[in-house]
């Protein structure tokens, strides 16, 4: 007699042990990656995390970086897969621009800081990872990115959105915005709709008042072949305080682009031309050097921003003020201080009591701009209805992202900018907006 299929049983479409305890290590490396970062989240941090065995771990996977790689692809995936499918309702409707930006903002953001720790994970742990881990995800992260540049390109083409800027940086732009808040975010404060709904405002409408919109704003200097600025520490004199400084170049150059916990000792001895002995000479540990790196970085954002705006009188109004404040800040975050951007890039990684030593310059900063901002504001060129804190947080979020993805080098290729131009780009796009007006 044959044998008939037949329909499964609820057991068998259950998960099975196994398959239960995966999904728990996953999800508490993913917890982990997300509020620690990679290389703090031990194979044994997780397993405790997970409440399993630490040897029984390995039954399911290899090794950290397995549980990585699978932690990454869940996490964009799950994303991709909710943007694109909104996509696709969007355009069969044909909604406009006001309806669609707002609501894949807000997907994007809700998957990042509330909805999935595997995303916000794929988010913090991305920049500090190696070639082959990223090219494997790349295709992915390419089709996420096609979606908004799909979006971008159809409403720039439809007259909704300007035309001035290049569809690629601007999705970077935009998306790293995005991405940057799990840094500042305070989802117990407030909620992420709440959040979703000030971004996509300032994003699409500017933060200018409506009188003066589109007011001429200085133009970027050029930056082709010129350091911009030295950092405001002295120059080393003396040639124990020259090569303490030396080592201090090397540590934030290693930092910047390998990540702290990578930048070793003796990695930074190689890249200073240095026994790694003789550091000690100079420095008794790692997180001293590191301290000394992340001050010298706040301190030549501090310094060059304050000296670049602190004479009002040069200013024909607040607009031109926040323009070259942002550029300023620009370029010491991508070419004139290797200690700002090595700052920037491992801020994420950082444990919280690293962090807290360093937060009396930060709010230092934060003041600046919010003086900045606020002077703006009562002045009438800024809209009275942006609290000044949020954006503020939104807005160098904005900018520190672009560590991550403007490259210098690619300048030259076609959809890309150099970094005059970008400045220009992001000057328009925070002070008047996205959208096309007549």
């Not at 305890?21 to 490396?29: G, M, V, Y």
């Not at 979006?151 to 720039?156: A, K, R």
Request: no cysteine; aromatic share 8%.
């Amino acid at each position: 007699m044959q044998n008939t299929p037949t329909e499964p049983t609820i057991a068998s479409t259950l998960p099975t042990k196994s398959e239960r305890t995966r999904a728990q290590i996953l999800s508490a490396a993913a917890l982990l990656f997300r509020e620690e970062g990679h290389s703090a989240a031990t194979m044994r941090r997780i397993s405790q995390t997970a409440g399993i065995e630490a040897g029984s771990i390995y039954y399911h996977f290899r090794s950290k970086e397995d549980i990585l790689d699978a932690v990454l692809e869940i996490g964009l995936r799950d994303l991709y897969n909710s943007v694109e499918g909104y996509w696709k309702e969007a355009k069969t409707r044909g909604d406009g621009v006001r309806i669609v930006f707002p609501e894949m903002v807000d997907l994007h953001l809700r998957f990042l800081l509330t909805q999935s720790d595997f995303t916000s994970a794929n988010i913090r742990t991305y920049p500090v990872l190696g070639e082959k881990l990223r090219a494997q995800h790349r295709p992915l992260r390419k089709a996420y990115a096609a979606l908004w540049d799909e979006m971008f390109t159809l409403f720039q083409n439809s007259g909704s959105l300007r035309t001035d800027m290049r569809v690629v940086p601007l999705r970077q732009f935009i998306l790293g915005a995005l991405n940057w808040t799990v840094e500042w975010y305070d989802t117990a404060h407030y909620p992420v709709q709440e959040l979703s709904q000030r971004m996509s405002k300032l994003l699409l409408e500017g933060m200018s008042e409506e009188l003066v919109h589109g007011h001429p704003i200085p133009a970027p200097q050029s930056t082709t072949g010129e350091q911009v600025g030295r950092p405001r520490h002295e120059t080393a004199k003396g040639k124990a305080a020259r090569s303490r400084e030396q080592v201090l170049t090397a540590a934030a150059l290693t930092i910047r682009e390998n990540g702290y916990k990578a930048a070793t000792m003796r990695s930074i001895a190689q890249a200073a031309g240095s026994e790694a002995g003789s550091i000690y000479y100079h420095f008794p540990s790692k997180e001293h050097i590191l301290d000394e790196v992340l001050d010298l970085g706040l301190r030549d954002l501090l310094n060059g921003v304050r000296d670049a705006v602190t004479d009002t009188s040069a200013f024909s109004d607040h607009r031109s003020r926040i323009a070259v404040a942002m550029e300023t800040h620009l370029k010491y975050l991508i070419q004139a201080s290797e200690f700002t951007s090595a700052n920037i890039r491992v801020y994420g990684q950082l444990p919280k009591d690293v962090r807290a030593r360093h937060l009396p310059v930060r709010h230092e900063y934060a003041r600046l701009w919010d003086g900045i901002l606020s002077e703006a504001q009562k002045a009438g060129d800024i809209r009275s209805d942006i609290r000044v804190v949020p954006l503020r947080q939104a807005m160098l979020g904005a900018l520190n992202w672009t560590v991550e993805w403007f490259d210098l080098d690619k300048s030259t290729k076609d959809n890309h900018y150099d970094l005059r131009d970008l400045t220009s780009m992001l000057q328009k796009l925070l002070l008047d907006g996205l959208l096309f007006k007549s």
